[in-house]
Structures are given as structure tokens and as C-alpha cells.
């Protein structure tokens, strides 16, 4: 039962223009959403989050959107830069402070 | 400034074989957990523990038990190494309460054969 999704594994896109990571949930209770960076052979890193009380949280070129009715979050980059190349997990919070990933999207951009 | 340390990054065990996956955080955080990374399934909670003496299950309990003796330290043991065991582990370290984010160690590239 995996209750956060992210359906595309992978998105490539030109150095300059806009990547979407999309991110899916089922369980209503999560308050909290962040998005995380991973490089090989290293940990995730963390990038960006949101409360459940917001809509958009922005961070330089980083932004998440939140569409609580939908339970549905995505991540925003503009402009995309080659070492932006990494894996990026969704993560959600539930009651327990436990948090729950998404299988992740390998995001590519060309130069 | 050493964050969330993991040892040992890499280890090959024989089936049936014990081992205990050893993290250590110093940035005096209640919430601890163990993760494990496989290819297509993201990072899948094992344990956590939400201070010393309490730990819990998540969504992949079997085959592993936890302790949490301190407040630094979370191991991880591998009772009885199973192939379904070969995995890359995360620990992470949090703050118990508020908006906060997880921080996760180097991870430890574990092979049972």
C-alpha cells in the first residue's frame, strides 16, 4: 500500500526550462511535504517543503505546490541547471512524525 | 559537523549470517528512523523511534529489530540475513516535533549471498 506516488520514473529536460515533478497521496491525515535530493551513493538531501495549511511555499528557483483537494504536490525548477541532474523523492509526514516516499524521478537536464 | 553518521558503508553477508547496522547522529534529535532503498520502491520505513526506549515498526518491519538505548544511537540489526535483505539502508534524524525536515546518513550498501 503505497500511499505516496510518483508515476513518472524519470523527465529529461533542457538546461534553462522548466522541470515538474509530480507527486500523488492517498492518506488525508499527512501535514507536511517535502521534496528531496538524492545523488548516487549518497543520502537524500533535503530540498524544499510545505505545510498542509499552504499552498505554494518558494524557495529561489525551487517551487512546491499543494492541491489538498486533489492530494496532489508538485515541484517546480526555473531554470533547470545541468547539476539539477539527481534523483528526486516526495515525502510526506503522517502522525508519528513518520515520513513515507514516492519511488522517486530521475530528472536529466541537457546542457 | 558530522550530522547523521553510518557505518559500515558497505558490507557483503552470507545467508543466515547477523550483523547490526550501526548510526549515530550528534545533532541531539528525538525522532530516528532506518529506511531501505530499493530500485523502483523508493525509501521504505523499517523502524523508528520517537526518543530513547521507544521504538516502533513501519512499513517493512520483518527480519529487523531496533533499540534505542540513547538518544545518539539507533541500530539496526539483521537477524537472520535473507537475498530480500540486499538493499541500500538510510538512517535519519529529526527534531520530534514541528515542521521540520529528516536528515539521513551516507547509507550502508548491504549484499547477503
Known amino acids: 500500500d503505497q500511499q505516496v506516488k510518483q508515476n513518472s520514473p524519470s523527465l529529461s529536460v533542457q538546461e534553462g526550462r522548466i522541470s515538474i515533478l509530480n507527486c500523488d497521496y492517498t492518506?488525508?491525515?499527512?501535514?507536511?511535504f517535502l521534496w528531496y535530493k538524492k545523488y548516487p551513493a549518497e543520502g537524500p538531501t533535503f530540498l524544499i517543503s510545505?505545510?498542509?495549511?499552504?499552498d505554494k511555499n518558494e524557495d529561489g528557483r525551487f517551487t512546491v505546490f499543494l492541491n489538498k483537494s486533489a492530494k496532489h504536490l508538485s515541484l517546480h525548477i526555473v531554470p533547470s541547471q545541468p547539476g539539477d541532474s539527481a534523483v528526486y523523492f516526495c515525502?510526506?509526514?503522517?502522525?508519528?512524525?513518520?515520513?513515507?516516499f514516492g519511488a522517486g524521478t530521475r530528472l536529466t537536464v541537457k546542457p | 559537523n558530522a550530522g547523521v553518521t553510518q557505518t559500515p558503508k558497505f558490507q557483503v553477508l552470507k545467508t543466515g549470517q547477523s550483523m547490526t547496522l550501526q548510526c549515530a547522529q550528534d545533532?541531539?534529535?528525538?525522532?530516528m528512523s532506518w529506511y531501505r532503498q530499493d530500485p523502483g520502491m523508493g525509501l521504505r520505513l523499517i523502524h523508528y523511534?520517537?526518543?530513547?526506549?521507544?521504538?516502533d515498526q513501519g512499513e517493512v518491519p520483518n527480519g529487523y529489530n531496533v533499540s534505542r538505548s540513547t538518544t545518539e544511537d539507533f541500530p539496526l540489526r539483521l537477524l537472520s540475513a535473507a537475498p530480500s535483505q540486499t538493499s541500500v539502508y538510510f538512517c535519519a534524524s529529526s527534531r520530534r516535533t514541528g515542521f521540520t525536515e529528516a536528515f539521513f546518513g551516507q547509507g550502508t550498501r548491504l549484499t547477503v549471498v
Open positions: 510545505i505545510s498542509s495549511i499552504k
Open positions: 515525502a510526506a509526514r503522517g502522525n508519528n512524525n513518520d515520513m513515507r
Open positions: 492518506n488525508s491525515m499527512f501535514d507536511y
Open positions: 523511534s520517537v526518543g530513547a526506549g521507544i521504538t
Open positions: 545533532m541531539n534529535h528525538e525522532y
